[in-house]
Each structure stands twice: as C-alpha cells, then as structure tokens.
C-alpha cells in the first residue's frame, strides 16, 4: 500500500501517455470537404463538384445540401450524386436576389447530423452581372462526435498536438526545475543540487531534441512547399519560433560540453550553476518573448491566433491537457531515475 501511495503519479503517467497515443492514432479526422469546382456561382443552374476527405459518402444514401443565411436555408441543392466515397455532385439553381453577406453551404447525411466541411474562402455567389458584387461562400464547420478536428492545411498533421506542444512544455517545466535547483545549490553547496541540476538538463536536452524532430515533421508537410517524405529540402523551415529552439537546444549543449571540460567538481559545479541561470532566461527569450515580438508561423505568435481560438476545440483539450501532463510526469520519472542512478555511481566512486 505504501508503494502504491509513493508511485501513483508514475501509473498516472502511463496511463495519461497510453490515453494520448491511442487516441491520436485511433481517433479518425472529422470529415471534410477539401475542394471544390468550379470556383463560383453563377446566377441560375450551376453543377458543383465537392471534393472531401474522410467522408465516405455512400450510393444510394440520403444527402441533403442547401445553401443557408444565419441557418436559414435559402437554395437547396438538387440531383446529388454519388461519384465515389469522397466526391459528389449537386446542383445549385442560383437566384438572383440573395442577401450580400457570408452564405453557408450546408451537407447532411443519414450518418451525421451535422456534417462539418472546412472554410473554403475562394468560394462566392454572384448576385449581379457586376462581377465585383457577390456573396462569399463558405462551409459550416463543426466536429462530428469525438473525431479529431480536420482543419485547413493540417488535416492530418494536427495528430502531432499531442506530442510537439506537450514535449516541449516538458522541457521547459524540467530545465524550470534545473535552475531551482542551480540556484539552491549555489545557496548550500550541496552537490546532490547540482546532481538533479545536471540530470534535469540532461533530460531537457532529450525532449528538446525530440521537439525539434516532431516539429520540423510537421513544419515540413504544412508549411514547406516540399510535402515528399524523401525529399531533402524543407525540413527547416524559416521560423522564427523554430530557430529559437534550435539556438537554446545549442545553448544547452554547451552547458555540458563546459561541464566536460572542467575537472575540479566543485568549480564545476559553480560554474555550470551560473550558466544553468542565464540559459534559463535565454530559453525564455528565444522561445517566449522573441516569437511574440515578430512574424512567427506557431500560432499564437506574430499575430497567428492561438490554438485556443483555432484548432483547440472541446475534442482535443480532452486529450491535449493529460498529454501535457503525462509527458511532464514522465520527464519527472526520467529525471528522478538518472538522479538515483548518478547517486549509485557516485558512491561507488568513493568506495
């Protein structure tokens, strides 16, 4: 019982990090209509192909499409047709008198209440022989159930929320608890400080690593015109966010390299706790404050909204803030073992 007590945040850990991985590779994407000809409306009887992603639009299934005004409906579309499980085709007769503000098109099916396609901006009714006045045409939006959220230009890279944002709040939670323990030890001098110090940056160093892999991933299929997993080129991409994590993952190489070359253990200690500091507040800088100060891609960032207001909708916070705080526990876990394994070492050293 006793045991139980003492560990339960390491089960807590693995069950977060279970929970994380089998609904980000299990859970399918809410469907989504991906594309659209032709690109607009004309006044009268238009055929407009809609091209989606997850869909599974079945022969012989009841679909329903309108045009909508704040929910109303005002065009219905006619004759759909089937051509495969992620196209099909409706026909639209367009009045002539339509309200010039934003219209909806909306799709239902027999399987989904709600069926959610993503905005599409390039779309517009024309309302006049004028070709400057129309009505611009997008898609409600809306999750289906607990599918993850299929958003424009993610799609299926959005699954990676659930391992780049939460590996790198890990690091900086963990490199936050090796500063305070630089800082204590250059208060006692106690070198079990400077052990946990030393592991906690350690470790820091790891999930900075696989923060920059996870993230130059996803940079590379949503931001590089370079989408081919084989190609050499865009796997970085000019960003200020990015470059600023590559600089404190530098940053905290040195740390150890200056560990390395130092022999005396105390000085080393001293030393390396004093760089410990400034490369906390470094970090904090390059990652935190620069990003905020200029364009950066990440959302949040250089006047891109935040997930929050985007993509972080009911579906993904009830996966995304365990991620969060499993893989922080587990970076805990990680640093608590390397401190006890440093401890064995270090008094079988003396013996």
């Known amino acids: 019982m006793n045991g139980i007590k003492k560990h339960w945040w390491k089960a807590l850990a693995v069950i977060l990090l279970v929970y994380t991985i089998a609904f980000s590779f299990l859970v399918p994407l809410s469907p989504k209509i991906s594309s659209a ?20 639009f079945l022969e012989g ?15 219905l579309g006619e004759n759909i047709e089937v051509l495969s499980e992620n196209k099909i085709r409706v026909d639209f007769t367009v009045p002539e008198k339509l309200p010039s503000k934003v219209l909806n098109l909306r799709l239902n099916t027999t399987r989904f209440n709600s ?65 305070w323990y630089s800082i204590k030890y250059l208060n006692t001098f106690d070198i079990k400080y400077d052990i946990i110090a030393r592991e906690a ?3 820091g160093l790891l999930f900075a690593f696989l923060g920059l892999i996870t ?16 190609t050499t080129s865009g796997w970085w991409v000019n960003d200020v966010k990015l470059n600023g ?13 200056l560990r390395s070359s130092l022999q005396e253990e105390s000085q080393k200690a001293k030393v390396s706790a004093v760089y410990n500091i400034f490369a906390f507040v470094l970090m904090i800088v390059f990652i ?27 579906t993904l916070r009830m996966v995304f803030y365990p ?28 013996e």
């Not at 329903?64 to 409906?73: D, G, S, V």
């Not at 526990?329 to 390397?338: A, E, I, S």
Request: with cysteine; hydrophobic share 45%.
């Open 245 to 257: 994590a590559a600089i404190t993952t530098l940053i905290y190489l040195a740390y150890r390299i």
């Open 37 to 56: 000809s032709p690109k607009s409306l004309e006044i009268g009887s238009n055929t407009l192909t809609l091209t989606g992603y997850n869909t599974g």
């Open 288 to 314: 935190m404050i620069l990003p905020r100060l200029t364009d950066s891609l990440h959302p949040g960032n250089g006047g891109n909204p935040a997930f929050g207001k985007y993509d972080l909708d009911n």
């Open 61 to 75: 299934e009841k679909i329903y499409a309108c045009l909508e005004f704040e929910k109303k409906p005002l065009v």
């Open 201 to 203: 940056v350690n470790i």
């Open 323 to 350: 991620a969060v705080l499993g893989w922080i526990l587990l970076g805990v876990w990680m640093v608590n073992l390397k401190k006890r394994i440093s401890n064995i070492e270090n008094t079988l050293d003396y």
């Open 215 to 230: 993230g130059s991933i996803w940079a590379k299929f949503t931001w590089s015109e370079h989408t081919n997993l084989f």
């Open 115 to 179: 069926f959610a396609p993503e905005l599409i901006k390039a779309y517009s009714v024309k309302i006049a022989n004028d070709s400057s006045q129309y009505t611009t045409l997008t898609f409600s939006s809306s999750a289906n159930n607990f599918d993850i959220p299929n958003r424009l230009q993610l799609n299926e890279t959005i699954r990676n929320l659930m391992f780049h944002v939460p590996m790198w709040f890990a690091m900086m939670i963990i490199l936050g608890i090796s500063v």
